[in-house]
């Protein structure tokens, strides 16, 4: 099995996450044409701006295969602005923002405000307690039949999974700690067919 | 400055970087109204800085260059997503105060703005919101991390389109990050002496080998080409300012600007984007600026 992950890196915190991966061992690459896309066995859609990454999406020609490849069971973890990319119905987004509806969750994009209300918080989750960091965080506002809610914060729902697809609208790769991402590598070596 | 309510903190120095590694791999174009922010925003902009004129009429217009107005700050705020960065002058705490209160979501203490002190820059560990800060060497770059920037840029020679001056600073901030890694523990303490920065800043590079926070690109970047080369030189991000609104047909080259950002190693993607934007901001040379009008030379 293709255990090689990719790093989405049209836009965003790409290098932070590969940095993660690499401080357990886990090699990756940076993903930003469909070619490296096809090397890859998982990928990783890191926070940055959603709308951003949806216009590079659609001009790098990455985002048709990229949902092939969600739909053929490939494992994917989007933190922030990637569980935006991820989520079923976005809130508050612009019009014209395509997702790849990997995950039956509706999210609202910067509900928990502008900069200056971004915080860190500890999440209680089944990775152990997890200290978050939350940057112009969108909200988990509903979450679908089907999906498992992994982490949470005054009973909010801030890590979800469904099948081989991880949501997190905090930042795992910004605490020094990477026991999200192992949790996300082990979902790959264990990776569910659909 | 932090604020702890329960276990949750706000205003935190991780809190202040996560929001500029957020920013990495993209284009911050500047923007004087709302109708400009919504083609950024369209064009893949993952950020805008309001201001009411940009560099180039700044320098053509001179006078006292100051913070924009409060309103036009707002019309912009409410018209896109993405986050919205303000300009106060180097020194001018409470600008920076008004700006806070609009709830921008970076301030940039600018020296293309008129300096209100000239010898002392902003307390940045005062704020909850996090400030970017240009410098033109290593030491500049430090003195403005050990003051709480979370974020430094290049100074270049904002409103020229010319990045001779960006290029410059690039070098001089990355070649002496080089140069210090492979420095021993005594070199360090003449390291930072010559820098005039904190020993302790010195000795976290000589460890790490890179600036303690992310270090983006600006002055007077005006084409894809432009971005791309900034971005091979080890910038992470490039702020375009007058190069974008200052030429002929900013949507299209604004978009070029975004995908050349992107897939800045990818000399065929630049030569497609490259392609039929027409003409880029005129620009001016650096000769043709005599010292006292430069805007880089200011920052203490």
Known sequence: MNMLVGVLALQGAFVAHSDCLASIGVQSVEVRTPEQLDSVGALLMPGGESSTMSQLLES????????ARIADGMPVFGTCAGMILLASEILDGRSDQRSFAAIDISVRRNAFGRQVDSFEATINSSVGDFHGVFIRAPRIERVGDGVEVLGSINDEPVLV???NVLAA?????????ARVHEYFVSITANRKKV | MVSTNGSSSTGTQRVKRGLAEML???????????????????????AVMALERVPADIRRD??????????????????????????ARIGHFVEAQILQSLGVDFIDESEVLTPADETHHIDKFDFTIPFVCGATNL???????????????????????NMVEAVRHLRSILGDIRKITQADSAELFEWAKRLQAPLSLVQEIAETGKLQVPLFAAGGIATPADAALAMQL????????????KSDNPAPRAKAIVEATTH?????????????????????????????????????
Do not use: Y
């Open chain 1, 60 to 67: 790098s020609g990455l985002f048709d295969p990229i949902a």
């Open chain 1, 161 to 163: 999974r469904q099948g």
């Open chain 1, 169 to 177: 609208s905090f930042h795992p790769e910004l605490s020094n700690d």
């Open chain 2, 24 to 46: 990495k791999g993209g284009v911050i174009m500047d923007v004087v109204n709302s109708d400009q922010a919504k083609i950024a925003e369209d064009a893949g902009a993952c």
């Open chain 2, 62 to 87: 001179g006078g006292v260059a100051r913070m924009s107005d409060p309103e036009m700050i707002i019309a912009i705020q409410a018209s896109v997503h993405i986050p919205v960065m303000a300009k």
């Open chain 2, 139 to 161: 030491g500049e770059a430090l003195r403005r991390i050990s003051e709480g920037a979370a974020l430094i840029r290049s100074k270049g020679e904002a409103g020229t389109g």
């Open chain 2, 234 to 245: 080890g910038a992470e991000t490039v702020f375009v300012g007058s190069g974008i609104f």
């Open chain 2, 264 to 300: 800045f190693r990818d000399a065929a993607v630049l030569a497609r984007v490259s392609r039929g934007l027409g003409v880029a901001m005129t620009g001016i040379a650096m000769d043709e600026i005599n010292e006292t009008q430069r805007f880089a030379s200011r920052g203490w």
